[in-house]
């Protein structure tokens, strides 16, 4: 290839690199070369790094990529007769969700239910019970595997995500086990292996023992705006009957506006309160 010699540097060096990138680019095409994707791995260190870290407030961990407007619908502290409810609604909009349940000998059907439609399931402490389980690490520990036990014995597999009562960050723990027991816990429950998942927006259901239909459809749109990835909290104990009634309309709001509904897993943004 000849150059005039009156073209100045920076463009026959301009030049010289694009012929250099075009033959690598052809020798790449012919020998057909893997392509050799690290990223999974980068973004597991990361997520790992997270869940040890924590972060100031409730936000989606960074490293996973999110390509579409997704919302993660969990309820606590069930299951109760309002589970059912919930349950149907979910299949009548062909949708799924997650469900951190405590411990009630009564539903045990109904916890089946949950899993045999699709949904899953994790722990949210035997009792709920917060001077009992946030006495101490142990006594907390001594809940989650009292509610394994009888999820096992009912033929549900041990959980792997768990939900804190009242969240990771919350304070009347503070009353019986002392202003640093929820960084000790969420260490502790990292290290058993389990993912605790908060919540980065909020219904409102539980402001009151039962709340206005409105006010929590409002809530949950309102929270929703100009987020991609979504969790929202929902609690399906006995007498939250609005948010039974809220549900559809949240739900077909949600769709119309382009989310895709989905359930939490160990991959699943992580939403963590610090």
Request: aromatic share 8%.
């Amino acid at each position: 290839m000849l150059y005039n010699s009156k073209v100045e540097k920076k463009d026959l060096k301009t030049s010289l690199n694009y012929e250099i990138n075009k033959q690598l680019e052809v020798t790449t095409n012919d020998l057909k070369l893997p392509t050799i994707r690290t990223e999974p791995k980068l973004n597991d260190l990361n997520k790992t790094i997270d869940i040890l870290v924590g972060a100031n407030k409730p936000v989606a961990n960074k490293p996973i990529k999110v390509s579409e407007k997704e919302v993660y619908l969990t309820f606590d502290d069930g299951p109760s007769e309002n589970t059912s409810k919930v349950l149907k609604i979910l299949k009548d909009n062909d949708v799924h969700a997650t469900f951190f349940v405590n411990g009630h000998t009564g539903y045990k059907k109904v916890y089946k239910q949950i899993v045999n439609q699709g949904n899953v399931i994790g722990n949210h402490t035997y009792s709920h019970d917060y001077k009992t389980e946030y006495s101490s690490i142990i006594a907390y520990n001594q809940e989650v595997d009292k509610l394994n036990c009888f999820l096992e014995g009912i033929g549900i597999p041990r959980p792997i995500l768990m939900r804190f009562p009242g969240g990771s960050n919350n304070t009347i723990s503070n009353n019986y086990g002392g202003k640093d027991i929820m960084n000790k816990l969420t260490k502790e429950q990292v290290r058993k292996g389990y993912q605790y998942i908060d919540w980065n927006v909020y219904s409102g259901d539980s402001d009151k023992v039962t709340e206005n239909k409105n006010v929590i459809i409002e809530n949950v749109m309102r929270e929703s705006k100009g987020m991609k990835s979504i969790v929202i909290l929902f609690h399906d104990s006995k007498p939250k009957t609005t948010t039974v009634e809220a549900l559809p309309i949240i739900i077909q709001n949600l769709k119309q506006l382009g989310y895709v509904f989905k359930t939490l897993s160990i991959n699943s943004p992580v939403i963590h309160f610090k």
